[in-house]
């Protein structure tokens, strides 16, 4: 059963967009505590852009929608996370290409294939303080409803819940990947911009589906 179109995907992107701008000041302060105080910034000027380019694609193949919005990001985020957040969605797109409607499992492949996508651009894995310790519980989560039987509604609150103690495990463990990375043992305690900007993406797939 279909749980979305290519033009609810792309509405979708769009409220990403716009949570993305409201939380530049915080997820920018965050950065500020561990980084270069420049993830908001970075993020939003990123999400400005696909807004722009995602107003010219046809809403009717899901993996053109996740693919231009990753290569918008890729190319006007400055920083870790544009390579990042950018090869994220290009990898969806390309695991989800040419389909016009997405089933629940289709979700599951896109979550992966983005996953996949910075495990390999950043070269690294859950428990090192970065996005990834909101996006991997969040996609067990969803998996682990979904094979039980959830419905998606049900399934995206779970992943949603798995994020967000994933964000406040990113507070007690010490950053061993990018800029955090050189605070050592002074970047415990705070919490992780990247997986916080994760958490307000999936915040908002939990919501618009
Ligand atoms: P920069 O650190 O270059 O200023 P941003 O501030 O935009 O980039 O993004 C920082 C976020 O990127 C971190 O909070 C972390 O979640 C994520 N990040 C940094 N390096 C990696 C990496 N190698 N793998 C996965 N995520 C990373
Ligand atoms: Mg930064």
Request: include cysteine.
């Amino acid at each position: 059963m279909a749980i979305l179109t290519a033009a609810k995907l792309k509405d979708i992107i769009l409220a990403m967009a716009k949570r993305i701008e409201q939380e530049k000041d915080f997820l920018t302060e965050l950065d500020n505590a561990i980084g270069d105080g420049d993830h908001g910034i970075n993020l939003a000027r990123g999400f400005k852009a696909v807004e722009g380019k995602l107003a010219g694609v046809e809403a009717q193949d899901c993996g053109e929608i996740l693919k231009t919005t990753g290569m918008q990001l890729v190319s006007t985020v400055g920083g870790a996370s544009g390579p990042l957040y950018g090869t994220a969605f290009m990898k969806a797109g390309v695991a989800l290409k040419g389909k016009g409607e997405l089933e629940a499992a289709d979700l599951l492949t896109g979550l992966e294939a983005a996953i996949g996508g910075i495990k390999m651009r950043g070269k690294a894995t859950e428990g090192e303080k970065t996005m990834l310790d909101a996006l991997c519980p969040a996609f067990n989560a969803l998996k682990t409803g979904l094979d039980s039987g959830q419905d998606i509604k049900a399934a995206l609150v779970e992943a949603v819940h798995a994020a967000e103690k994933g964000v406040e495990y990113t507070k007690t463990i010490i950053a061993t990947k990018g800029r955090a990375s050189y605070l050592g043992e002074r970047s415990l305690g705070h919490q992780d911009p990247g997986a916080t900007s994760s958490l307000y993406l999936l915040q908002v797939l939990q919501q618009e589906i």
